[in-house]
């Protein structure tokens, strides 16, 4: 192989690369949890939140979307048993949002001084291409 088609193959490796690391977005840092049989709300903080790595398959048609992802958050701040609520183009990019949140971490939810599990966490995760 020659140099010429090493630097090719790494100038495209690198364009793939940079593409899916700027190409997933999360809308915010605080979330909205409820606590309660009332379902009083109270915001949830991330600490760590992994961004969804794009699909390859979506990267190379050109596709972006959108996915809803909803979860509780246990009182140690973990994400506990996320799904979807709502995906767009469907079956496109759920997996790949999934398994980002159940990476994430939050501050330990707290409701009147006392250590809560927040529930129905919705989140917004964007995959745009840029």
Known sequence: ???????????RGLA???AVIFASSISAI????YVGEDETEITVERNYA???????KAL???KEGYVIVEFDVDTDGAV???????AAPQGVFERS??????KWVYMPPSFNGQSVKANNVQVRLNFDLQ
């Open 1 to 11: 192989m020659s140099l010429n088609k090493v630097y090719k193959l790494s100038s």
């Open 16 to 18: 793939i690369f940079m």
């Open 30 to 33: 605080t979330d909205i949890g």
């Open 50 to 56: 992994k961004l969804p790595s794009f699909p390859r």
């Open 60 to 62: 190379r048609l050109g």
């Open 80 to 86: 506990l048993d996320p799904y979807v609520v709502e």
């Open 97 to 102: 949002a999934i398994k980002a949140v159940r």
